[in-house]
Every structure is written in structure tokens, then in C-alpha cells.
């Protein structure tokens, strides 16, 4: 875990040297931003999603109290000019660009002001993707978007660059895979709460530094395999993503003993789960495997329950903590449809809905150890 705990400094480093030298860096907030496309032009990329409450007050000049702490903690950061020593700051001031993507509500209306301050490309999503001709027009989404990093880069997107960005991204997705894989053991040799902040780590760093890191977690944790006490009750988190900075619940449940197996989110499994076909055109198997990310932006979204049910099963849970955060409509929403399947498997499931304030801390503790004791 060292690597990742001290690679800020390196990668920030890293990106001013790129840009000195020409490299163009764009900025992404959502994982339906396929990062073969970014490097196949020649670009590099960060996340800048905010995890942080306090550029939220900053943000609230601009945008409504009531749209989620994500999207104001991203804005509030940039319209701020300034990371001010924070290290989960999103690092505007290093990129070119903005790459956004058409999910929520709130994204979408929020991209718009960002445009004043920063180029900003938006990418179409189809959001009913089990329509007939939903990946046609994504794939026609891709090639616009892989137009315009042409554009900003000046350099040709190739067939075989794409082909190479590929087999980058799925070697990384099978090591995500070989980690995951472990902690399906009782006890599992990894605490939830590092994996996550290590899939925070995922898109802010290069993919051969994460890579490397996550290679050498994987040996390090596979030596711890072979003993040790069994964990308290077996969680999976589900709902909106963790960025960097926020880490509340996660911290609260396992502070209370229970252990984070797996966790069904964009900081999780999402992330990573399928892998893109290396045998087909790269363009229609890159547009194929982005619209099975199961994002509750999605309609209908059985996808997304059917693989909660699969992995709650596959990891052997003993119950869900379903997280959302305050206003995101639809996490929140689709919390029924989950509920309802999860009793239907006979998993019990806790609903957290939350912001990125400690406010809350005591009421979540009291309803997390409720919920360990229920099943204890």
C-alpha cells in the first residue's frame, strides 16, 4: 500500500512535466469516459470528482443547496482556483479540458457553467441501453468524442493504438479481478476500506503506476491467505461512488468490526467487472462494454439489481449497506427496486443516505451498529 499512499507527489510531478513538454491532460468526473480513447490520442487524464466538504460552500454561490455534495465539492473546487494543500483537491489547474459525459441531472446543468471556465466536451450517453440501437449511437458518441481529442492533440487515433489501450485496460481490470477474487475469503486478507481508497487511486494515476501498485498488493495479500480470525459480519456496500476524501461510512462500519467485502459502486466493481472483447472492432466493443456499466442514470436498470443480487451471492454477504448521498435522485430512487430483491434473496439491507459533513457521524454509528447486531 505504500506506493499508492505516496505516488501524489510523484504523478502530480509527472503532469508538469507532461504538459511542458506538450502532452495534453484532460480532466473526467464519470467512468463512462472510455480512458482507452484519452490515451490512444497521445492525452493523459485525471478524475476530478470532489469528495471534500469544504469547497461546498464556495459552490453553493453558484449551483442550488439541494443537488448532491459531488457535484458542489467537484464545482466548488474550481470555481475556487486553488487545491489550498488538500490532497483529494480535483486538480483543474493541470488540465486542458474537461471530458463530461450526459448522466444526471445535475452533471449535465453543471457542465454548463463549468464551459465558462474551461473547455468543456460532453459526451452523449444512450440511457436506455437494452434499446435496439443504443450501441450504434454510442459507438457514433465515441467517434465524435475520439474526434476531438484528435483535435486537442493534434494526433491520430489509430486502430491499433485503441487495440493496445485495450489490452492495457483489461490487464488491469483481470488484476482488480485477482484482488477481488481474495477477499472473498473468511477472513478476507485486505481491508474494505483500503481497496476503496485504492480504486480512488485508479484514475488519478498513470495506468502503469496503478498497475504496479496493484501488482504488488496482490502478492502481499495473497501471503496473507492462509490464516487468520474470521471477520465480523460480511457487507457490501452499494450505491453512489466514494471519490477521494470521503470515506464516512466505510470508516464507521468497520470501526465497528464488521468487514467490507465488496463493494457494488463506480469506487468498486463497476469500474472494472466486464472487459472490453479484444476480438472485435474496437470502436463497437469499447461502446458495448462502457453501456453495461450499471449506473442508476440507466432505464430500465435491471442490470444493476441483478448484479447486486450476484455479487451479494458470489461474496457470500451477510447483509448490504446501501449508500447514497443526499439529493441524487437517482441512487435514491432506485433504492426500492433493491430493497425489494435483496428481501427477496433473503439479504438484509441497511439504507444510508448521507452528505460529505461529519454532522451525521453519531446517528449513522447507532444505525450501523444496529444493523451488525441484527445480524451477529
Known amino acids: 500500500m505504500n506506493l499508492f499512499k505516496e505516488a501524489y507527489t510523484a504523478r502530480i510531478e509527472q503532469l508538469g512535466k507532461e504538459r511542458e513538454a506538450g502532452r495534453r491532460v484532460v480532466g473526467t468526473f464519470c467512468l463512462f469516459v472510455p480512458d482507452e480513447i484519452v490515451f490512444a490520442s497521445g492525452a493523459d487524464r485525471v478524475i476530478l ?14 449551483l ?37 459525459e450526459a448522466t444526471c441531472d445535475g452533471k449535465k446543468k453543471m457542465y454548463e457553467l463549468l464551459h465558462e471556465y474551461i473547455p468543456t466536451y460532453v459526451m452523449d450517453l444512450p440511457q436506455m441501453p437494452d434499446s435496439r440501437t443504443s450501441i450504434g449511437y454510442f459507438e457514433s458518441e465515441l467517434r465524435r468524442f475520439g474526434r476531438f481529442m484528435e483535435g486537442l492533440t ?73 490464516s487468520g480470525e474470521k471477520c465480523g459480519p460480511r457487507l457490501m456496500i ?41 476480438q472485435k472492432d474496437p470502436w463497437t466493443a469499447l461502446a458495448e462494454r462502457y453501456l453495461k ?9 435491471q442490470g444493476r439489481i441483478d448484479s447486486i443480487i450476484e455479487l451479494a451471492e458470489r461474496f457470500d454477504v451477510d447483509g448490504v449497506v446501501y449508500y447514497t448521498l443526499q439529493s441524487c435522485h437517482g441512487y435514491n430512487i432506485e433504492r426500492y427496486r433493491v430493497g425489494k430483491a435483496l428481501k427477496e434473496a433473503n439479504i438484509p439491507m441497511l439504507a444510508i443516505e448521507t452528505d460529505y459533513s461529519d454532522a451525521d457521524v453519531e446517528q449513522i454509528r447507532i444505525r450501523v451498529e444496529a444493523f451488525l447486531e441484527m445480524l451477529s
Open 49 to 62: 470528482c470532489g469528495g471534500r466538504s469544504n469547497t461546498i460552500s464556495v459552490a453553493e454561490e453558484y
Open 64 to 100: 442550488p443547496r439541494n443537488i448532491c455534495p459531488l457535484i458542489k465539492s467537484s464545482f466548488g473546487a474550481i470555481v475556487n482556483g486553488s487545491c489550498s494543500g488538500d490532497l483529494a483537491c480535483p486538480h483543474f489547474g493541470m488540465v486542458d479540458a474537461i471530458v463530461a
Open 154 to 226: 493534434g494526433r491520430t487515433i489509430t486502430e491499433e493504438a485503441l487495440a493496445r489501450e485495450i489490452r492495457s485496460g483489461n490487464e488491469t481490470r483481470r488484476m482488480l479481478h485477482r484482488l477481488y477474487e481474495m477477499r472473498r475469503l473468511d477472513p478476507p486478507p485486505i481491508r474494505g476500506s483500503d481497496v476503496i481508497k485504492m480504486l480512488q487511486k485508479q484514475y488519478f494515476l498513470s495506468p502503469d503506476v496503478f498497475r504496479n501498485g496493484l501488482r504488488e498488493v496482490c502478492d502481499e495479500v495473497e501471503k496473507k491467505t492462509a
Open 238 to 278: 452499494s450505491g453512489c461512488p466514494m471519490p477521494a476524501g470521503n470515506m464516512k461510512v466505510p470508516q464507521i462500519i468497520e470501526d465497528m468490526g464488521a468487514c467490507i467485502v465488496v463493494e457494488e459502486s463506480c469506487t468498486g466493481t463497476r469500474s472494472f467487472w466486464d472487459l472490453v472483447d479484444e
Open 293 to 301: 456499466i450499471p449506473c442508476s442514470c440507466m432505464t430500465p436498470n
